[in-house]
């Protein structure tokens, strides 16, 4: 099912990247080895990895959200997905199986003549090692 909401940014602590979609889930776990032992060593009070996609080229954000300042590093910073009409879609189990949801959210898309602005982020619920409990919304930013 597909969602229409008014999303608020949500702020993280953040590495860049540039990836290929056979490096995806290499790359997304590489830059999050390096936000979390910052965010631990810091004690910053966090919540959910996520992660945005700003362009056709595969550059990324991996990073945590974090409820409370903290000190950025050279590989670490303040970053903030976008605010505004976004439509999500929710998948469970094995993250990378998500295509239905980014299926499901391509043809809201078309049904409703309304363009994605580019920029879009996926939001990994907690870790189960039951992969059927495994969440993860994805968002599209509307054009």
Not at 6 to 13: F, G, S, Y
Not at 43 to 66: C, F, Q, S, W
Not at 116 to 130: F, I, K, L, N, P
Request: charged residues 20%.
């Amino acid at each position: 099912m597909v969602r229409v909401e008014e999303v608020a940014p949500r702020q993280l602590a953040a590495a860049r990247g540039v990836t290929s979609r056979s490096e995806l889930g290499r790359t997304i776990i590489r830059l999050l080895d390096r936000v979390w032992p910052v965010l631990r060593q810091q004690g910053v009070p966090t919540e959910h990895n996520v992660v945005v996609y700003l362009d056709g080229k595969m550059t990324i954000e991996a990073g945590v959200e974090v409820f409370g300042p903290f000190v950025e590093t050279s590989d670490v910073h303040a970053f903030a997905t976008p605010s505004g009409t976004a439509i999500s879609a929710t998948h469970f189990g094995e993250y990378s199986e998500c295509g239905g949801a980014y299926a499901a959210l391509e043809q809201w898309l078309a049904a409703n003549a309304r363009r994605h602005s580019g920029v879009s982020w996926e939001v990994y619920g907690d870790w189960s090692d039951d992969p059927t409990q495994r969440r993860m919304d994805v968002y599209f930013l509307l054009a």
